[in-house]
Each structure stands twice: as structure tokens, then as C-alpha cells.
């Protein structure tokens, strides 16, 4: 598997709704999309506390060669022509732990430097504990852990349906879920 994420900064006189309804509109081919886990599309309002409005997709590949062939077809060269190139991040999955949710309204993210001493492995079994551990609440559709070894630190994304979640200022606004029941099925 593997976590990415691109997020498009905007003026902060942008009109959100263009989002939503640029979102609205192409959210059915996003289930159609091969290798496609999940996509949560985000906003951010510097009005509900966020650093500046913004707009992002994170996503969870079944594989490498399933975002590779994203990136080079039309779902995101609409996305170039629209937003310009944006930097994709990219995660290798810690953990990936699911929850009962079935509704998601806010994504939350933790990031933390990994120490030069720490043992991974460790750390690894340490994440996914805890990762067991939030997907067990209430309201938490998924918690995954990306490692970003360019730079040996980890973050968290935790999808819930929480709304005072969604105070913090990143609010889903969509969420394309094609792959998701097959893998709780694995």
C-alpha cells in the first residue's frame, strides 16, 4: 500500500463553495478509479482555525503502480490544469487500522520526528497498537501511519465523524471509499 496526499494552498478570498462543487461533480469516477482504497478530499478554512484555505486528497493505494498511473492520467491532469502541479506526498503504511464508522466530516493528522536511536520495529508494533486502539472508538472510519523515510518521521491520519473534530479546520468533504470493503475483507 502506500498514503499520499496533495494539498493546494488558496488566496484567502477564495470561494470555497467552488470546491464543493467542483468536488460534487467529479465524485462518481472517483469510484471507478483502479487500486483505489480510499480518497478523502479535504478543505480548510482559515476561518474555522485553519493556517489558510486550502484544498487536499489524501489517498490510500492498494500499491505503488495504482497511484503511478493516477498521476499520469486524466483524473489529475484535470487537477495540473485547474491547480497547477502540486508536491505529492507519499507515506509507506505503518499501520492501517479501521474503524465502524460509516461517515466521516474531519480528518485529523499528527506528525512526529522519528529519534535516530528509536527501534523501528518497535515502533512499528507501538503504532499499531495505538493504531487498534483509536480505530476502536466510536466514530472513526479509519487511523493509518505513514512512514516518510526522506526525512524518518511518521504521521497519523485518523478519518472520524466527529464534527468537534471538524472545528480544527479540516473538514472531508468527500470521501470515495472504492477498495475500502475489500480490505477490511483481508
Known sequence: MLVARYRHRLPADY?????????????PAWNAIPGLVFKAVTIEKRARGAAAN?????????????????????????????????????????????????????????TRQIGPDEDLGQLRKTEQVRGRDIAGHSGVLATL????????????FTLQADRAAAQSGTEVVHLAAPGLAALRGL
Open 15 to 27: 470561494p470555497m463553495d467552488r470546491i464543493r462543487a467542483r468536488v460534487a461533480e467529479r465524485a
Open 54 to 110: 486550502a484544498y487536499s486528497s489524501l489517498y490510500l493505494w492498494r500499491d505503488a503502480g495504482a497511484a503511478a498511473e493516477f498521476l499520469i492520467g486524466p483524473g489529475f491532469r484535470a487537477v495540473i490544469e485547474s491547480f497547477g502541479r502540486p508536491q505529492v506526498e507519499t507515506w509507506l503504511p505503518f499501520d492501517v487500522s479501521l474503524g465502524a464508522a460509516a461517515t466521516i466530516v474531519a480528518l485529523s493528522e499528527e
Open 145 to 156: 501511519v505513514g512512514l516518510e523515510p526522506a526525512t524518518w518521521r511518521l504521521t497519523r
